[in-house]
T-cell receptor, first 112, second 116 residues
Framework: SQQGEEDPQALSIQEGENATMNCSYKTSINNLQWYRQNSGRGLVHLIL?????REKHSGRLRVTLDTSKKSSSLLITASRAADTASYFC????????????FGKGTKLTVNP | GAVVSQHPSRVICKSGTSVKIECRSLDFQATTMFWYRQFPKKSLMLMAT?????????EQGVEKDKFLINHASLTLSTLTVTSAHPEDSSFYIC????????????FGNGTRLTVT
């Protein structure tokens, strides 16, 4: 069943602006991950945040996790045209399961 | 880094035929691989978990006789869409767990299947 729900479904910004995407989920999780997908391609892992973490950074990416609200956000700062892609959150359950449940994704367009 | 190769990237077949999609881990051994299906502008839906040397575990609603999965070696899993129908047209993506248990998973580039 669908777990993560991203919003917005689509986001269009100018280069240099920040992009924020949100993800909500329904059940208890062990971790939450963000992936990027270029059109017609596979997924690239961006960042993983565990349930006992609240914030994580990786380069221009900043991820937050609020387990009380069952939500996460992905912030891309100083966006570039090359950041244009779809971004998905995926949740991993407890018990060591590597089965990921993906959200519907946010399609980000960064205009030059 | 770990690389997963998926082949073919695109395939067009006629209704009633079968299509095989390969997923290979190129520089690591993958005891577990996952097969996903993605509809246009939609999310990835897990179809099955493929374990080397044993039967695949299918998600609810996925027909195991329709989508045959074989994980015969530590570097190769195959998904065969049998007796394909136009509604099977979709984007299929595999992922593999790396040498060290845990996440993140490594994804192939996907296969665009079109059934005419």
């Amino acid at each position: 069943s669908q777990q993560g729900e991203e919003d917005p479904q689509a986001l269009s910004i100018q280069e240099g602006e920040n992009a924020t995407m949100n993800c909500s989920y329904k059940t208890s999780i062990n971790n939450l991950q963000w992936y990027r997908q270029n059109s017609g391609r596979g997924l690239v892992h961006l960042i993983l945040i565990r349930s006992n973490e609240r914030e994580k950074h990786s380069g221009r990416l900043r991820v937050t996790l609020d387990t009380s609200k069952k939500s996460s956000s992905l912030l891309i700062t100083a966006s570039r045209a090359a950041d244009t892609a779809s971004y998905f959150c995926a949740t991993g359950a407890w018990g060591g399961s590597e089965k990921l449940v993906f959200g519907k994704g946010t399609k980000l367009t960064v205009n030059p | 880094g770990a690389v997963v190769s998926q082949h073919p990237s695109r395939v067009i077949c006629k209704s009633g035929t079968s299509v095989k999609i390969e997923c290979r881990s190129l520089d690591f051994q993958a005891t577990t691989m996952f097969w996903y299906r993605q509809f246009p502008k939609k999310s990835l839906m897990l179809m099955a978990t493929s374990n080397e040397g044993s039967k695949a575990t299918y998600e609810q609603g996925v027909e195991k006789d329709k989508f045959l999965i074989n994980h015969a070696s530590l570097t190769l899993s195959t998904l065969t869409v049998t007796s394909a129908h136009p509604e099977d047209s979709s984007f299929y993506i595999c992922s593999a767990r790396g040498e060290h248990p845990g996440i993140p998973l490594h994804f192939g580039n996907g296969t665009r299947l079109t059934v005419t």
